[in-house]
């Protein structure tokens, strides 16, 4: 008989431990390593049964016929994007997520759709009763679809389950921690059984060319088995974000075997479900009061899409000895660059003054081209100068006060353009980017630049 063994494993990361320590190396977090039974099955690595003499495999050449990734597409133009262009059968998805951002919902709207066209979808939940899936299914008006339900946790009924019938072209496990297989001993939730629940439904879809969609939470605090683990096993990880108190929700593509990446789905939370938003820009400057200075609007790229979006400063004299800094949907290191490259710089003191700085809507943003647009704002704001409404703002900011160039540019005027704004201020653009008449382009060279346009006040950048 094999020796028990046990091990520790951070269930944040899936670093293995021979003792127990109260935080993990690999990945800082505390409190995340469990003591778990690996010995045998999935969970203990290959099998140490007696030796098998291996059987060679055919090697091929780097040329050859190259089939195109059959996909099932769902309809959902947001789903699909983030997708790269549908799901690709045989493949396993993960989507991930905060726990009730959505997920659920958008899984049951996808299976809903794809049902619509006439594809086997499989619905598989153990975290919810059949009647809460239905009613979900009733209020999300999905319920006349036949989409098949299967409220199950254990691996291998579920394979045994979708080996009954004809192969499903989309199998969702909602979710793949309350999946647990009889091959692993820990206790559900636990890396072990995540990584084998995870790695049986990646073969199933493999073998059977039906596509997998896991759905994974994952919590700030690394506390459930995260889906971390489960990202490198996966063709395609999407995470599904939102800020609370927001009612909308980005798809963000992290990886993707057959795709690009850094694509986003954008949707709007209603009472009866998601709704797609085909175009992002003007629902991030739906609310928008162009009027008050602190305001700019960037235009930003998210993966091969542009998106307008407004960025808002406050500066306000500062009553503590250390100035307060707070940021909401951008790098709080970022803005300090920005600052110190206005004070070094532009002679732009701040140093006494408390900044808050937000963007709007509770979008995030990770580019540096939001520089300009940033520094645009805490000007108009320390000014009190509101920037002219129809005006957008990109560009890195280098920390000599250089305003770099950035990529798409053509591409970001085009969509400034399309919804009603007249001028940007840029870095200096290559010369074959089109210009239009409608949109008169302001380029700066160097932060001060900005600084005398955007404290001269006028209501146009006009010269
Ligand atoms: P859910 O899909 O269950 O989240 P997850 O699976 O990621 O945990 O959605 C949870 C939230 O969404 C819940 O707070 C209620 C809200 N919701 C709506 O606002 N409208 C709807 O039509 C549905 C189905 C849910
Ligand atoms: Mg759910």
């Known amino acids: 008989m094999a020796k028990t063994k046990t091990t520790f494993i951070c269930q944040n990361c899936g670093s293995v431990y021979s003792r127990w320590q109260g935080k993990c190396d690999a990945c800082g977090e505390w409190n995340t390593i469990v003591e778990e039974n690996t010995s045998g099955g999935i969970g203990g690595g290959p099998q140490r049964g007696a ?6 495999a055919a090697l091929l050449p780097l040329s050859g016929e190259i089939e195109e990734a059959p996909r099932i597409v769902s309809g959902i133009g947001e789903l699909d994007r983030a997708t790269g262009g549908g799901i690709v059968r045989g493949s396993a998805l993960l989507v991930g997520g905060d726990p009730g951002i959505g997920k659920s919902t958008l899984l049951m709207q996808a299976a809903a759709a794809l049902a619509r066209r006439g594809h086997r979808v499989v619905y598989v939940s153990g975290e919810e009763a059949v009647a809460q899936i239905r009613l979900r299914a009733q209020r999300l008006l999905a319920a006349d679809t036949d989409v098949q339900l299967l409220a199950e946790t254990n691996v291998e009924d579920i394979l045994a389950t979708l080996a009954e ?13 309350t999946l647990w297989s009889d091959l692993a001993d820990s206790s559900p939730g636990t890396v072990t059984q995540v990584r084998a629940g995870a790695q049986a439904m990646i073969r199933y879809a493999k073998a ?9 939470h994952v919590t700030k605090e690394g506390q ?116 110190a490259v206005l004070e070094a ?36 704001s320390l000014s009190g100068s509101a920037l002219p409404g129809d005006s957008v703002y990109f560009g890195e900011i280098s920390l000599s006060g250089a305003v770099r160039p950035v990529a798409h540019a053509a591409q970001r005027l085009k969509e400034a353009e399309k919804l009603g704004f007249h001028q940007a201020v840029l870095p200096g653009i290559s010369p074959d980017v089109p210009r239009s008449r409608e949109m008169r382009t302001r380029e700066v060279e160097a932060l001060p630049d900005l600084v005398a346009i955007v404290a001269g006040g006028r209501a146009s950048h006009d010269e």
């Open 224 to 339: 459930i088995a995260g889906p971390r683990v489960v990202e490198h096993m996966v063709d395609g990880v999407l995470y599904f974000e939102g800020e609370g108190g927001h009612h909308f929700r980005i798809l963000r593509t992290v990886k993707n075997r057959f795709g690009p990446t850094d694509e986003i789905g954008v949707f709007e939370m209603s009472d009866i479900g998601l709704r797609e938003v085909s175009n992002p820009s003007e629902l991030f400057l739906g609310e928008r009061n162009a009027s008050a200075p602190g305001a700019a609007v960037f235009a930003g790229m998210e993966g091969t899409r542009p998106v307008l979006v407004e960025i808002q400063a406050l500066v306000a004299p500062s009553a503590l000895g250390t100035p307060r800094r707070a940021v909401v949907g951008w790098d709080q290191p970022r803005l300090a660059m920005v600052l």
């Open 345 to 380: 710089h532009c002679g732009v003191r701040l140093g006494q003054h408390d900044v808050y700085l937000n963007v709007a809507g509770g979008f995030r943003i990770g580019e540096p081209a939001a520089d300009l647009a940033v520094a645009a704002a805490l000007v108009s």
């Open 208 to 216: 059977s060319g039906a596509a997998v969609i896991l759905v994974g």
């Open 51 to 56: 030796a098998r003499k291996g059987r060679p």
């Open 165 to 177: 019938e004809r192969r499903p072209d989309l199998v969702i496990v909602d979710s793949i921690q």
